[in-house]
């Protein structure tokens, strides 16, 4: 079964400094992975995912996420914070064997200090 | 609309009441979820639909919960004699691509339930 670890519960940085969130996933196959942003009062939106080919992925908002296989991990990435990121970011990892269920990590926080 | 639309957006009702959760998914997408969301936790798979069947329904809690999908586009959570343990976001996404697995999905904003 697929599983996502999201060791951190809040991510705190300050408005123009780098954003990391961090991600490591477990599957049974090779992964396909995926980064969802939740803002208050909101769905779940997706941000970005990895398929297959170049290990570093770009997506909405100015994020991007680089896919790690020998450390099964697929942090995601902003070179410049604003207030703006300030949400619920969830990773997400499925297997390549026919199942369809997204498996997602719990949650990391991100608050962005002006 | 554009997305992923869920009905009630809240729901209060007492323990052991029957509870119905609607979701209309993004026009022309065969593949539709369902999730439930804790507080403090992520998105928990329930059941996942493609076209009128339910393909995988291993996510789903108990023999309480059952879901339907008539005519392949609107679907219907049903929740027989609620529990305290049911209070939590349920989640609707809606996907236009399962054969490949590797399409995103589109959420809906959830419908939030509460039982006393």
């Known amino acids: 079964a697929q599983s996502v670890a999201q060791p951190e519960d809040q991510v705190n940085v300050a408005e123009g400094n780098p954003l990391t969130v961090k991600c490591t996933y477990s599957?049974?196959?090779?992964?396909?992975l995926f980064w969802y942003v939740q803002y208050p009062n909101r769905g779940l939106q997706f941000l970005l995912k990895?398929?297959?080919?170049?290990?570093l992925v770009k997506g909405s908002y100015g994020f991007e996420a680089e896919f790690n296989k020998s450390q099964t991990s697929f942090h995601l990435k902003k070179p410049s914070a604003l207030v703006s990121d300030s949400a619920l970011y969830f990773c997400?990892?499925?297997?390549?064997?026919?199942?369809?269920?997204?498996?997602f990590g719990k949650g990391n926080q991100v608050v962005v200090i002006p | 609309g554009a997305g992923v639309s869920q009905t009630p957006s809240n729901k209060v009702t007492e323990k052991g009441k029957y509870v119905e959760l609607r979701c209309d998914p993004i026009?022309?997408?065969?593949?539709l979820y369902w999730y439930r969301q804790s507080l403090g936790q992520g998105p928990e798979f329930l059941i996942y639909?493609?076209?009128?069947?339910?393909?995988?329904d291993s996510g789903l809690p108990n023999d309480r919960f059952f879901a339907v999908r008539p005519e392949g586009s609107v679907s219907t959570l049903k929740i027989q004699r609620t529990e305290r343990g049911d209070s939590a976001v349920y989640l609707c996404?809606?996907?236009?691509?399962?054969?490949?697995?590797?399409?995103?999905?589109?959420f809906g904003e959830g419908s939030r339930l509460t039982v006393l």
């Open positions: 599957v049974s196959g090779n992964p396909y």
């Open positions: 997400a990892v499925r297997d390549t064997y026919g199942n369809n269920r997204l498996a």
């Open positions: 026009s022309g997408h065969t593949a």
């Open positions: 990895y398929i297959t080919g170049d290990n």
């Open positions: 639909f493609q076209g009128t069947g339910a393909a995988d």
């Open positions: 996404a809606s996907s236009s691509d399962s054969f490949t697995n590797t399409g995103e999905l589109f």
